[in-house]
């Protein structure tokens, strides 16, 4: 990938997205053993800047609003478990579909008990009425890289007490603030959910301020990737 970036002069504002295949098959059917080929990698490289999974540019200061889906997040339960970072998303496409029908943004899903799971697309926090930092735990959702960062880094960084918990929908509508999480959205404030204001139906202060946390340590460990693959293929050719 970093020849692709390379050669596209991706230095900035670019979204690489890398998806490994079982490759082709020998014959059509379901089994696993059609494939005998090898593994495929793809690589899909764009130049895409921070948006959230309804596609919108992002702003700091902007906001989404979800819809709660009918349909339930998978739990390991149900054989397709969401920690893990698969293919198989035909349930949140199928929210997402819900979402776009209401006018909303995204689709919030709930888990096979009623909880929170996280959206068709982005981890999700909430700050409660005691201004803690709540996220759903990890079991029927994919716990994201960003969504890591805010609960072992920046929370602590801005003074946020931060942790796990069932979140129910009562607590989503009452909170003071929520926000979503993602690679491409980064951190999105939520400013209204089911056609409930959250909040003010502004971004929150919390909100802002581990935005802001989170811009710093990009900074701080960002990586030129068009001048780190350079030094690769020179010592490549060396």
């Known amino acids: 990938y970093q020849r692709r970036v390379r050669a596209n002069g991706q230095a900035d504002d670019a979204h690489i997205r890398l998806t490994l295949t079982r490759g082709s098959k020998v014959s059509s059917g379901m089994s696993p053993t059609m494939n005998q080929s090898g593994t495929t990698l793809i690589v899909l490289a764009e130049f895409k800047g921070a948006v959230d999974s309804a596609g919108k540019r992002q702003s700091l200061g902007a906001g989404t609003t979800l819809v709660t889906s009918s349909v339930r997040r998978n739990s ?3 054989g397709v478990d969401s920690k893990i970072h698969h293919a198989n998303l035909l349930n949140n496409i199928l929210a997402k579909i819900e979402a776009n029908h209401a006018g909303a943004d995204d689709a919030l899903m709930l888990d096979e008990r009623g909880f ?7 981890n999700v926090f909430i700050v409660d009425r005691r201004n803690r930092l709540l996220t759903p735990f990890g079991v029927s959702c994919l716990p994201g890289i960003t969504r890591t960062i805010v609960l072992e880094r920046i929370a602590a960084r801005a003074n946020v007490a931060a942790k796990e918990a069932d979140i129910s929908l009562s607590q989503v509508y009452a909170a003071k603030e929520c926000f979503t999480t993602g690679t ?4 999105v404030a939520v400013v209204q959910v089911d056609g409930r204001t959250i909040g003010d139906g502004r971004r929150g202060e919390i909100t802002r301020r581990l935005q802001h946390e989170f811009a710093e340590i990009k900074h701080e460990q960002a990586v030129d990737v ?3 693959a350079a030094r690769l293929k020179a ?3 060396e």
């Open 116 to 122: 929170v799971a996280e959206t068709n697309a982005t």
């Open 184 to 187: 491409m959205g980064e951190l």
């Open 235 to 237: 010592e490549e050719d």
């Open 76 to 78: 390991p339960a149900f």
């Open 226 to 228: 068009v001048a780190e």
